[in-house]
């Protein structure tokens, strides 16, 4: 009797054709692979992604955690101090912990732009680094950052000609990320820890709350995928291939 796990891992697959899906243990072919997460803010990918970032970076795969900014705060309109300083050393410390690289994208906290110049600096990083595989955020989430950096991978997919691996993540499900059915799901129950402690490296974003959010939806999804604890992931239907880490 087929379980309800080994079902739904199985949409993602049955979703596209056949002629256009490889394995990933064919497309690795025993070499490491470059792993982008993109995120709006610091913090972003570590709470969408830890888990599975921490899984790739065990098996000695190369991990860039991809930020739109850097978190800086010139989106409010009364002076306040920069906290770009903060944010960058913040997420060196989760990096440090996920075993991960920090890179900046250049724009500017709750000011983000996406236009043709835009488009065109962010596909340079992706021709530069070269991914295998992209991790980015839902093109519907509440915040406008959130939105633009997933544009902006997209665009770069679609002009770089599919030619890696793309997913969608989650963020505060029910609170930011809505109407997010995932296709295939990362358990992270052994990770969680170094999970939490990157999502805690960010001190100056109110961890105790985001995070007690953000482990509801791990439990949730380990629920629903038959683990006890997941991460949740909508993978583009003309993805080449798939490279979750179990798979590799």
């Known amino acids: 009797m087929l379980s309800r796990r080994t ?54 795969h190369e991990v860039i955690l991809l930020y739109l900014n850097r978190g800086d705060s010139g989106y409010l309109e009364k002076p306040v101090p920069d906290m770009a300083p903060v944010r960058m050393a913040e997420a060196a410390k989760a990096c440090e912990i996920l075993q991960a690289r920090p890179a900046y994208a250049g724009q500017f906290n709750g000011k983000a732009v996406v236009d043709a110049a835009h488009y065109a600096a962010f596909q340079k990083i992706f021709e530069m680094e070269k991914p295998d595989v992209v991790f980015t955020q839902w093109p519907i989430d509440g915040h406008r950052d959130h939105r633009a950096i997933s544009a902006l991978a997209y665009d770069a997919w679609l002009r770089m000609e599919k030619r890696f691996a793309l997913y969608y993540y989650e963020v505060s499900s029910g609170e930011d ?29 109110t961890p105790d709350r985001y995070y007690a959010l953000q482990s509801q939806v791990a439990k949730f999804r380990g629920v629903e995928s038959g683990y006890s604890q997941a991460e949740a992931f909508l993978r583009h239907v003309q993805s080449p291939y798939d490279a979750l880490p179990q798979n590799l």
């Open 7 to 60: 079902l739904i891992e199985g949409i993602g697959l049955l979703a596209a054709p056949n002629a256009r899906v490889q394995s990933a243990a064919a497309k690795a072919s025993g070499r490491k692979l470059k792993i982008i997460v993109t995120g709006g803010h610091p913090g972003d990918p570590e709470y969408g992604c830890g888990g599975t970032v921490a899984r790739y970076t065990d098996r000695g």
């Open 177 to 205: 990320t809505l109407m997010f059915n995932p296709t295939h799901y990362v358990d992270i129950s052994a990770a969680e820890p170094r999970k939490r402690a990157a999502c805690y490296a960010h001190a100056s974003q």
